[in-house]
């Protein structure tokens, strides 16, 4: 069975892992805060969140930061419950 690219245990791979502390960016806050708060308002919890960034295709997925993999996966579930239509997010930034 072929493994999904976020199933990354055991890879061979000579990059370390970064561990620094960094400063998280404003969108970056206030993605993580809308997971929280999607998860209370019981729209979204955290296993749709790790299925919606276990469905990104893995060019997206390896180009992808930490949090823009949250917001693709906020951006999946919401089109798949009738939240969002499809590409609203993106009409909306192209403004």
């Not at 199933?7 to 561990?19: E, L, N």
């Amino acid at each position: 069975m072929e493994r999904a690219v976020h199933d990354r245990g055991g890879w061979p791979t000579d990059a370390s892992i970064d561990r620094t502390e960094h400063q998280l960016a404003d969108w970056e806050v206030l993605t993580d805060a809308l997971v929280g708060a999607l998860g209370r308002a019981g729209v979204m919890n955290v296993d749709e969140l790790r299925r919606g960034i276990e469905s990104m295709p893995a060019d997206e997925y390896e180009r992808a930061s930490y949090y823009e993999r949250w917001l693709y996966s906020i951006e999946v579930i919401l089109t798949e419950k009738g939240i969002l239509a499809g590409g609203e997010l993106d009409r909306s930034l192209s403004e």
